[in-house]
């Protein structure tokens, strides 16, 4: 039998399960009983997927581990060595997916895997009645109690409205009574399948001329004939059925359904422009009908609309992956080192759930990895160093990715040496890069920006001593491709901090568009906003030589950022600020548009206040401001 | 063997024409016409029709009271509605009594036949 046809599937599922038990297994302390099921049956399917596959080394080394966690659910507390011997087995597996998608087989990771069992067996160690020969066989292990499949379809058909099918239609731009039309079909509909539901309904449909609706319908035999005879209706202009896949009528052992799959980020990629171009293309459409012709087709206009942007949404979506796979390479990767290195260390990760545009994620991975690398390799001192510092043998690393507005924070920070800043200094002369008087005045902050210059950090003397600077250029260069910046702490003796601030440049940002003239559109993040307020109702005062807005109570001072004069048709924009809010005037508010905001290369990037263009449906450019930035710079 | 239409319509004028329509199609034939719901009905209830086309706005008894009268008599009736634009409310409330679809003024052959083809089958 042809398997390689498979192996796709095998991958992705396989990764999923790798991933799964990765997250829940912990590094120390104690599983939590309701994950032990989950991470069996995880570790049940890799062994059975690897097995029909005919990757041995996989499928005993998943099988080794299966052992232990069916160990761990009979109660039996895991260990330290267990944990340790267990998530050393998934970093294994792990690599032998690598192996699979590299060479289609698994070969190359059997040695690993031997080891890797031999170590899962000697945590094991010799539980009554649970030695390695009362493990269960391959295909007769006991089943997990609830199989994920059934659960799912007790709970769809418990559920009365259980509607399962759809019929979606559209009748014809030409026909005179539309809505007279949706409901000779809705009248079809009931006589085939009473339960049936409209959506809009009928009423709807009739006041506001709709012309496309769906039927919710239950599943059942003759939804095709009943298709079929609607699309023999006249002025119909289309006639969709949907079913859901009925759940899977086998319960399979082990075996889950594929809920995923591996589509290539370049066929994404040429997906979103399809999209992007659709989008442009229908505006384009719109912009060259007469007023009247857009009124007749404004439904079909905005549904069409709205259809795309669910597509773009989706689209964008779709390249969105959680974090997790970049922290879980990183911590490997401590582990790794830790062991190698003989400085045992542990990672701690938070905000791993956030999710980033793939394309962005595999930019950090090398600076990252760069980052841990130094981390382990120089800021983290010896067992012995520690001691004596008084600091914990087992260094602490925490990894920590969070939003702070619409930029993406990733922060490493280590617990130990710190960088000598002094010594920075020095080697600032010595490179002949400052006079020793210049050297002198240079502040802490400013030294730490030395090493990531290319030149300096290179040095390895330097990189040594200092207890950084590996590579720290490249990590700069790479944060700022993406139009993002490296930010550093550190304090002698007590750790660094790096923290890699990005833009937002690769995800949606939803934006207010405004102007102050006809010519030019401008665009402030809408979170940003507070409240826009007509000036036709808000009237300005003055008091001493500032203006402020009078909202009610409130007194809000006007920005006089770009003076422009705004008449009483304009509008005041209340952004957000941390020392109080104030308020743009502008001349005309337009939208609310979600856009990829994208950062201007240097030298604009440098003037603050602008975060970057972003192309608008309409494929006019919007200039986008930083609503923090102005609220900042006009501070008294 | 055409089906057997009813023709229903206060003007002669659209009468000749959707008898016009049916006749050329090799599909239809005309058994009777009637200028108002009340003529309909009785009409109905004597020829027992495959098909009804009725128009809606009509003396003595009005095309949408007479399709109820009709579907009342009998349940499986096949009445199909001859409107105008701006009518849709009309159509709506047929539909509710019973009607099976509906044409809409000015007829064009193809659409009628198409109306009326699916009304005859469905």
Redesign the interface.
Known sequence: MDLSKYLDLYLSESREHVSGLRREIPAEGVVPPGAVNELFRRAHSLKGMAASMGFEATSRLSHGLESLLNQWRQGHPATSEQLQSALRAVDVLDASLDAVQRDSGDGAIAPQAEEALAFLLEARGDVPGEGPGAAPAPGMAPEPAKPRNEDRSVTATADGQAFRARIKVAIDPSCALPAARLMVMAERIRAAEPMSVMEPDLERAKREGIRLAVFHLPQGPGLKDLARSLRELPDVALVELEQDTPPPARAAAGGTLMQTMRVSAEDLDGLRAHATDLLYGLNQYEASLSAGERRSHRFWLESERAHLNRLFDQVLSMRLVSFEVLAERLARTVRDLAGRLGKPALITVSGAEERVDRGLLETLLDPLTHLVRNAMDHGVESQEERRRAGKPGEARLSLDIRRESEALLISLEDDGRGIDAEVIRQAAVERGLYAPHEAALLDRAKLLDLLTVPAFSTRKEVSDVSGRGVGLDVVRSAVESVGGHLEMNSEEGKGSRFTLVIPSATTLTRVLVFGWDEDVRYGIPASQIRHIYPLSTFPLVWSGDHRYLQAGDDFLPVLEWRPAPVGRSGAALRLIGPGGDRVLLVSSVYQGERVVIMPWGPPLEMISEWMGGALLATGEIAYILDGRVLVMQEGD | MPHRVLVVDDAMFMRAMIRDILVNSGAYEVVGEAANGEEAVAQYKALKPDLVTMDIVMPQMDGIEATREIVKFNSKARVVMC?A?G???L??ES??AGA???I?KPFSAE?VL??L??AVT?
Request: aromatic content about 6%.
């Open positions: 409107s634009l009518q849709e409310a159509v709506i539909i509710a099976k679809d509906f809409v659409k198409k109306v083809d699916s469905g």
